[in-house]
């Protein structure tokens, strides 16, 4: 467990001995059990916000709060207050500083208070704090199958697996996870922006070598004002200050001016390509597209980028760059015009061949994608393919659910908002990407925007919408989603705070150890209207030859349905299914506890998470029990 520098203590065996002078513990000896933070209010902010709550009256230091609750069975967590005096007596529960108070003191027993002295700003991330010691989800409330009796159970629903109608990309099968550029003055990130993570965390490793083989997307908002070290003077505080905009109504490339320039050291540049080597992702790194633009039309200055590209280059040399492809800017959209944006990936295109011709002769050249906006119409991504003259092998945007989160009467969401803008990207830049040989990939998205927003993006609520959208996305012809974020905002898959999985993580580990890059052509039948919104099917191959997979979401808040696996109702192209298996993974709405198979998912002790063991399916039908996920193994018939 960490310990954190912010409070004032000297740490000596033994229990707390008090000093009374203006009630700072700056002279406090005490155990090591204890986290005291001075200047901040812990209290509930009234007491009958939380019932555990005494309140002690006339307490003349926050030594003697602290000594009180020490000397009071249950007291985990204490404020004292140097206006009132009062001294707050609290119960177990997650450590909530509130907000500084000059004079107050605070403290929480790290044994049994969650997230006891967190400091989301300075802390380490991942810190590895303890989680909630009271399980939203236990086992007893599920039987061993995870089938359990429901308020209502819905019709029987046939399904039939048809035809093969096409792939993803056969280099992630879909899977992607972002780890963004923001520092830690941005809300709700903490130090978990990619230059600041612990990468060579012993426990985030494992985790997160689980989903090898992904894509990691690197930058995001801040790309467009980041400044990378590769030649003397580049992160000068002269060259910083260019990333700012220089008169109020000038040009100004980045459409965002949320950051100041920040600088990335190829000492920094190493290690994140340590990380993606030793977890076995693959980088897209998304390159600073402005520097040094002095209008929409005009060229910048690619010193930057060039010498990135040098650097990375003697990196794969020696078998140590994980850059699978550069991206280029960030949403820029008009701010750079399409035309100047495809002549600049031209550009880039020969450097990156000269670079590794010079540098790294022989090995893997990275590809080039962009353009990192919305969804774009059409005729400006045609434009741009057309000026890239093939430098350019896939189109990236961006896709957020906001609009879908106020749920259908029954639903955990609205499934008809979401089914729409699934299928939207693909109905407007299919056609174009597909008659440029590009591929079409969703590089940045999550349930809701703007760090995501926490008790839904960090919740099984937003894993629903996850497992259902890869299906969909795939079978409008997005070949990538790459998921916001591995770290740092509120719809982070892994906790900042305590380093294990949030609900998606499973659904993302989930989707890798089992679906393959082909999709199939999917029917439902038998399902009446309430049946149809709640349900969403997909079918694939999964990563062995012999067998394929469905994926079966259920947002039905308390209805079940079934699932027929009769020959007559699942029917494969060339063979017939002689048996299923299934994963099943479940939650509630708005929790972070998940189960897999009716058992609370595992981490081991080195932080690595437990192997899925798909379980036989013992009748002919599977059982979907609200807001649930359920992968279907389909064996066939090879004889």
């Known amino acids: 467990m960490h310990r954190f520098d912010r409070p004032i203590w000297i740490i000596v065996a033994g229990v707390a001995a008090a000093s009374s002078e203006g009630g700072n513990l700056t002279n406090l000896a005490w155990s090591s059990d204890w986290y005291i933070a001075n200047n901040t209010n812990a209290a509930p902010g009234s007491v009958s916000s939380r019932n555990t709550t ?16 020490s000397n ?23 450590w909530a500083p509130g907000w500084p108070n000059e004079g107050y003191i605070s403290g929480c027993k790290y044994a049994s208070v969650s997230l006891c002295g967190y400091n989301e700003s300075a802390a380490p991330c991942p810190s590895h704090l303890k989680p909630d010691s009271k399980p939203e989800l236990r086992e007893s409330k599920r039987s061993e199958n995870a089938f359990i009796n429901h308020t209502r159970w819905g019709t029987t629903v046939t399904v039939t697996v048809g035809a093969v109608l096409g792939q993803t990309s056969g280099d992630f099968r879909m899977l992607g996870v972002n780890f963004d550029f923001w520092p830690a003055s941005k809300s709700a990130w903490g130090t978990c922006g990619v230059l600041t993570s612990v990468l060579d965390d012993p426990k985030l490793l494992p985790l997160v070598s689980r989903l090898n083989g992904s894509m990691l997307r690197i930058g995001g908002s801040p790309a467009d004002f980041m400044l990378y070290d590769v030649f003397p003077g580049a992160c000068s505080s002269i060259n910083l200050n260019k ?9 100004f490339c980045p459409i965002w001016d949320q950051v100041q320039g920040q600088c990335l050291t190829m000492l920094r540049w190493g290690e994140i390509n340590q990380f993606a080597v030793s977890t076995g992702l693959r980088i897209a790194f998304d390159l600073n597209a402005c520097w040094g633009r002095a209008n929409a039309s005009a060229q910048m ?9 040098n650097e990375t280059a003697k990196m794969a040399a020696e078998g140590k760059s994980g850059v699978y492809a550069f991206q280029f800017g960030n949403e820029l959209y008009y701010n750079v015009e399409t035309s100047r944006y495809g002549k600049d990936m031209r550009t880039m295109g020969n450097a990156l061949a000269a670079a590794w011709q010079a540098y790294a002769p022989g090995k893997q050249v990275p590809t080039l994608i962009g353009p990192d906006n919305g969804v774009s119409d059409a005729i400006s991504v045609d434009a741009m393919l057309n000026a890239s003259e093939g430098a350019m092998t896939a189109i990236t945007f961006h896709a957020y659910w906001n609009d879908c989160v106020s749920p259908l009467p029954g639903l955990a969401l609205n ?32 349930l809701h925007a703007n760090s995501g927003v926490a008790g839904l993006t960090d919740t099984w609520t937003s894993s629903l919408w996850y497992a259902s959208v890869l299906g969909q996305l795939a079978k409008s012809g997005v070949g990538l989603f790459s998921r916001q974020t591995l770290l740092g905002g509120n719809y982070e898959i892994i906790d900042k705070a305590t380093g294990l999985p949030n609900p998606d993580f499973w659904v993302a580990l989930l989707w890798h150890d089992f679906v393959g890059s082909r999709y199939f052509e999917v029917s439902v039948s038998d399902c009446e209207e309430f049946c149809a919104s709640a349900l969403r099917i997909s079918a694939h191959d999964s990563i062995t030859s012999t067998s394929k997979v469905m994926i079966a979401v259920n947002f039905a808040m308390n209805t079940s349905f079934d699932l027929t696996l009769a020959d007559s109702d699942i029917k494969c192209p060339t063979s017939e299914i002689v048996e299923a298996s299934i994963v099943q993974l479940t939650g509630e709405v708005g929790k972070r506890s998940v189960l897999v198979n009716g058992k609370e998912g595992v981490i081991g002790t080195d932080g690595s998470p437990q192997r899925f063991t798909p379980m036989k399916v013992s009748s002919a039908t599977v059982s979907l029990p609200p807001t649930s996920v359920t992968l279907i193994l389909l064996e066939a018939n090879t004889e």
């Open 72 to 94: 009071t069975a249950g007291c985990d967590l204490f404020a004292w207050s140097p206006n009132s005096h009062n001294c707050y007596l609290v119960g177990g529960h997650e």
């Open 301 to 309: 200055n690619m010193s930057m980028i060039m010498g990135l590209f």
């Open 54 to 69: 005494t309140v002690i009256k006339d307490v003349v230091s926050g030594a003697n709060c602290l000594a009180k609750c």
């Open 243 to 251: 990333t700012q905009p220089s008169a109020p109504h000038g040009y």
């Open 415 to 446: 499934t008809s908002c979401i089914d729409g803008l699934a299928e939207h990207a693909g109905a407007t830049l299919g056609n174009v990407t597909q008659a440029h040989n590009a591929d079409l990939w969703l590089s940045e998205g999550a």
